[in-house]
């Protein structure tokens, strides 16, 4: 078992930086790949950047040379620094832990969200 909490969404403005972490707790942290979404009111959760365990890391086009994604397993931590957000990002903000299946991730775990507001 594992459990994710995320925080330091908030409000900004366009064009601004956040940096959000993933906390993790339970069970040993390093073996699983983490993974970063995001879900906008009315719209379907999407997948906004990803890191195995061996630090290959994934990112959304939309995100792309914007976002990164990192981890620190010493202290159970997935991070992910947002730069230049733009208003249609505006969305909670869920870390998820998994293992690889194939090519992939299966997501099992997931944290709670955290609200990033991007005021225009």
């Known amino acids: 078992q594992v459990q994710l909490v995320e925080s330091g969404g908030g409000l900004v403005q366009a064009g601004g930086s956040l940096r959000l972490s993933c906390a993790a707790s339970g069970r040993t942290f390093s073996p699983y790949n983490m993974g970063w979404f995001r879900q906008a009111p009315g719209k379907q959760r999407e997948v906004v950047a990803g890191i195995t365990n061996g630090y290959k890391t994934s990112y959304a086009d939309s995100v792309k040379g914007r976002f990164t994604i990192s981890r620190d397993n010493a202290k159970k931590t997935v991070y992910l620094q947002m730069n230049s957000l733009k208003s249609e990002e505006t969305a909670v903000y869920y870390c998820?832990?998994?293992?690889?299946?194939?090519?992939?991730?299966?997501?099992?775990?997931w944290g709670q969200g955290t609200q990033v507001t991007v005021s225009s």
């Open positions: 998820a832990a998994g293992v690889a299946v194939g090519p992939g991730t299966q997501y099992t775990y």
